[in-house]
T-cell receptor, first 112, second 112 residues
Framework: SQTIHQWPATLVQPVGSPLSLECTVEGTSNPNLYWYRQAAGRGLQLLFYSVGIGQISSEVPQNLSASRPQDRQFILSSKKLLLSDSGFYLC???????????FGPGTRLTVT | AQSVTQLDSQVPVFEEAPVELRCNYSSSVSVYLFWYVQYPNQGLQLLLKYLSGSTLVKGINGFEAEFNKSQTSFHLRKPSVHISDTAEYFCAVYNQGGKLIFGQGTELSVKP
């Protein structure tokens, strides 16, 4: 069966510090991968998605970036965090020929 | 572009009562629809999906949804809710390019 991991589970970072969140998927190959952000009291905002290694599409221009160095690894980064980057970050995967997405447990980021 | 509207941001209900969470989508030739549940500080879990076939779809935890093409709706129902059903519920529609478009969510609060 497939599982998706995210770490860390929670993170408190000062404004201006760098960020690296990691997501890995087990039990499948060549998944589509997604990064979402969920701000308090709001829905899901798609940030990035990837259909293969090194292939990243950005949905919203901002100070975040994503990379996919391996088939089942997806990383969300920032060089300098802003207060507005606080939120709940969710990673998800899907099979190329299927439509539904499966979500990880999320990372709660608080920028102080 | 596809869009999803969840008509109620909050739905309070007493335990063992029936509940309906409403979802409307923008019309398209092919429609693939989903309901997800999110418990506090967790990722999203797939409740059910409509891809084709029977318009009444049964999911996990006793939930079901009915696809109504003429009314462009995909409402989620449960005949008798439990305290443990308290969570945020998201309706989503598949968009071209492997992406899901999510509604803003409905907070279901089950009271004893």
């Amino acid at each position: 069966s497939q599982t998706i991991h995210q770490w860390p589970a929670t993170l408190v970072q000062p404004v201006g510090s760098p960020l690296s969140l990691e997501c890995t998927v087990e039990g499948t190959s060549n998944p589509n991968l997604y990064w979402y952000r969920q701000a308090a009291g709001r829905g899901l905002q798609l940030l990035f998605y990837s259909v293969g290694i090194g292939q990243i599409s950005s949905e919203v221009p901002q100070n975040l970036s994503a990379s996919r160095p391996q088939d089942r690894q997806f990383i969300l980064s920032s060089k300098k965090l802003l207060l507005s980057d606080s939120g709940f970050y969710l990673c998800a995967w899907s099979r190329g020929e299927h439509y539904e997405q499966y979500f990880g447990p999320g990372t709660r980021l608080t920028v102080t | 572009a596809q869009s999803v509207t969840q008509l109620d941001s909050q739905v309070p209900v007493f335990e063992e009562a029936p509940v309906e969470l409403r979802c409307n989508y923008s019309s398209s030739v092919s429609v693939y629809l989903f309901w997800y549940v999110q418990y506090p500080n967790q990722g999203l879990q797939l409740l059910l999906k409509y891809l084709s076939g029977s318009t009444l779809v049964k999911g996990i935890n006793g939930f079901e949804a009915e696809f109504n093409k003429s009314q462009t709706s995909f409402h989620l129902r449960k005949p008798s809710v439990h305290i443990s059903d308290t969570a945020e519920y998201f309706c989503a529609v598949y968009n071209q390019g492997g992406k899901l478009i999510f509604g803003q969510g409905t907070e279901l609060s089950v009271k004893p």
